[in-house]
């Protein structure tokens, strides 16, 4: 099936240490997002990608680094310089055929304990 | 800067029409979203509006869209309780970087009670 997939599902950090969500994705998307929600909030955006070896900080994008080494896989890190990883974190990919249409993964937990 | 906003929550009885308001600030805005959130899962896509429509039907959902003003609305008729869920409007504007940007609001919590 076509899809987004993120893992893992839940993630538990000790402070001071660096984390990688994984995005991963076969739809043959070339543009793809990393979001961060919080409780009762909306969507921030920390990175987003149009091509290979290519990204753009979003408004949060402090703390965090990513890469675009292959199309279908864009991971996030989050490093120990967050100050506050706790959160819900979203990937999607766009599809600019018939519309520009963003597609989103099911999300990933991060605490930090 | 682009900067969305919505009210936070919103109560219906089962059958009835759900409005759900969303104002944008960014004019060059191209595409307008909305997306369904259920308790701890990503988000679906309802349905989206090209910015040069005024209005989208699809089966339930009709969405306006007042470009003057800003201004989107989703409505859903004959609400149900699985209609319950967190909403997002969504706008997608050319980022800095260049490429797609897409900035979402901060989400009206529908509750549908019966």
């Known amino acids: 099936d076509g899809g987004i997939t993120q893992s893992p599902k839940y993630l538990f950090r000790k402070e001071g240490q660096n984390v990688t969500l994984s995005c991963e994705q076969n739809l043959n998307h070339d543009a793809m997002y990393w979001y961060r929600q919080d409780p009762g909030q909306g969507l921030r955006l920390i990175y987003y990608s149009q091509i290979v070896n290519d990204f753009q900080k979003g408004d949060i994008a402090e703390g965090y680094s990513v890469s675009r080494e292959k199309k279908e896989s864009f991971p996030l890190t989050v490093t120990s310089a967050q100050k506050n990883p706790t959160a819900f974190y979203l990937c999607?990919?766009?599809?600019?055929?018939?519309?520009?249409?963003?597609?989103f993964g099911e999300g990933s937990w991060l605490t930090v304990v | 800067g682009e900067d969305v906003e919505q009210s936070l929550f919103l109560s219906v009885r089962e059958g009835d029409s759900s409005v759900i308001n969303c104002t944008y600030t960014d004019s060059s805005s191209t595409y307008l979203y909305w997306y369904k959130q259920e308790p701890g899962a990503g988000l679906q896509l309802l349905t989206y509006i090209f910015s040069n429509m005024d209005m989208k039907q699809d089966q339930r959902l009709t969405v306006l869209l007042n470009k003057k003003d800003k201004h989107l609305s989703l409505r859903i008729a004959d609400t149900q309780t699985g209609d319950s869920a967190i909403y997002f409007c969504a706008e997608s504007i050319m980022g800095t970087g260049g490429g797609n940007k897409l900035t979402f609001g901060t989400g009206t919590q529908l509750k549908v009670e019966l």
């Open positions: 999607a990919s766009l599809r600019t055929v018939s519309g520009n249409t963003i597609y």
